[in-house]
């Protein structure tokens, strides 16, 4: 294969695994009571916060002050997103303990 | 990317899977937070540049000391957050992590899409110019700005409507309208970027577009009512999650495309979800400008009977001596920080032998689930709290029902008012009870802005005041008895 076909070959890939992750993310949640809807929004929230790895990648290959600069912002928010959000989550599933009685 | 850690990014995938599943289930929901949690850090230590190598491998430059830096500000921002946040304001913590998330969605498709801009010689001046990608890396860059940084304005307001900053909606005519003008607007550049993404001019749109999509954020929101904005969070949350995973496709990390996809469409069926409990179409609460067209005043005129309040005592005998009494916990419960006194209440009356339960409207506070958490905080055992599809046909049965601080979904209009704006929204039916006491501070309108036709009916007294110094009164006249 050529340089080409094998590159849309990976992005064709790529929209496979996008495809499927939509149907496994309606698939996991369905039967979720509503006394967890606000953790599971909290959860879900952290997870997002996984552009962290993007903030790092961009800042890493960063040649201007700008960049730098801009680079900088998005590894503090997302960093915040993500330990913010893994902390919280955990803090709300905490409290959700059996009471013996 | 060598094969070793695209195989390792597969595990991951799979924990974020599991971590969500096990986050829907009680036992298992804070093993499953942190099974997520772990996923991402085995992500973070296997992260690797687009063209392949660890990117913790690379020679050490002051750019991975900024890395180091800034993850550390961002944890500490985070964690001072999470810890020192009230329960009550749980709604809003979540909005301002979605933002910040979202911001950052945005600034990293942004500086991927000007990256390979050069200075070069336009009309006599050193201006930077883009040089083509192919439209596979520009449109989920475009979309990752776009989508980004409107969740990012998006949630920051819903966050100040949700601190009591302008919650009433704001509206004016042909709002809509103009709302639409800006998307069409927004979407034309994209097009146009999306096959024009070379020289000055492509800069000078992407900035155009970023701005109008920071305003759309805004100009969304604001004309939604404080008590939908448990809704658009969910809808901002996966928004973000949309853009995280546009930007794994232009980063070519398959990690973030998995987590990014799994947040957009769970968090889009959440938001159904929660649409549902209210019983109105995504659209209304988008676009409906709830509460805003003169609904308290026609609701207000179908409005008979007298309110009748009560005293404390009178009531703690009412409570002492029923046989099932129902507890509906509202915001006002939250604000008054009263959860801890209402679990001492019921304590005392399953002490005497009274079945005490809780009925949980799905929408009750401003985020669903909001009361359970609220409850487990105060150590209400989760059995006790009941959902509203469970408890509703039992409530003719029930002697008391203690209504605590919650207002439009105890409000019988829902079932009754054709002309109310609430009208369909499934309610907690308290009206229903032998008798309902409504604890209130004052007769104001609840967060809907809709008289409450509850207050009125032959079976309803009122007990005024502050919600915690009333249950006080209520627990010291019912050991007194």
Partial sequence: MTIESLQSYNQIL??????LAIFVGFEVISKVPSMLHT????????????????????LADADTTLVRTLGFVAVVFGSANVFGGFMVTDRMLQMFKKKKK | MSSTIALILIGVSVLFILGIKFLSSPKTARAGNLVAAAGMLVGLLVLAKPEGGNIWAQGWTFNYTLIVIGTVIGLVIGALGAYSVKMTSMPQMVALFN???????ALVASLEFLKGAQPQQVAGMDLPVLHDVGAAITIPMLFATLIGSLSFSGS????????????????????????????????????????????????VAFIVMFSLALFFGIAMVMPIGGADMPVVISLLNSFTGLAVAADGFAINNNAMIVAGTLVGSS?????????????????????????SSGGAGAAAAGVVGTVKPIQADEVALLLAYAQRVVVVPGYGMAVAQAQHSVRELTEELGKRGVE?????????????????????????????????????????????????????????????????????????????????????RSMAAGFAGIENHLFYKDNTRMLFGDAKASLNALVAAVKAS
């Fill in chain 1, 14 to 19: 790529v929209l496979f695994i996008f495809v």
């Fill in chain 2, 156 to 203: 920051i307001i819903a966050y100040l409507k949700l601190e009591g900053k302008f919650e009433k909606p704001h509206t004016f005519p042909g709002q809509n309208i103009l709302n639409g003008l800006i998307l069409l607007v927004i979407i034309g550049l994209c097009g146009w970027l999306t096959f024009h993404a070379t020289g000055h001019n492509a800069i």
């Fill in chain 2, 267 to 291: 968090g889009t069926l959440l938001t159904l979800l929660m649409c549902k409990a209210m019983n109105r179409p995504v659209t209304n609460v988008l676009f409906g400008a709830f509460g």
């Fill in chain 2, 99 to 105: 933002g910040l998330g979202g911001g950052a969605a």
């Fill in chain 1, 39 to 58: 953790p599971l929004m909290s959860g879900t929230n952290a997870i997002h916060g996984i552009i962290l790895f993007g903030g790092i990648l961009v």
């Fill in chain 2, 356 to 440: 005490v339960q809780f009925a949980i409207h799905p929408v009750a506070g401003r985020m669903p689930g909001h009361m359970n958490v609220l409850l487990a905080e105060a150590n209400v055992p989760y059995d006790q709290l009941i959902e509203m599809e469970q408890i509703n046909p039992s409530m003719d049965r029930v002697d008391v029902c203690l209504v605590i601080g919650a207002n439009d979904v105890v409000n019988p209009a829902a079932r009754e008012e054709k002309t109310s704006p609430i009208y369909g929204m499934p309610i907690i039916d308290a009206d229903r009870c032998k008798t309902c006491i409504v604890m209130k």
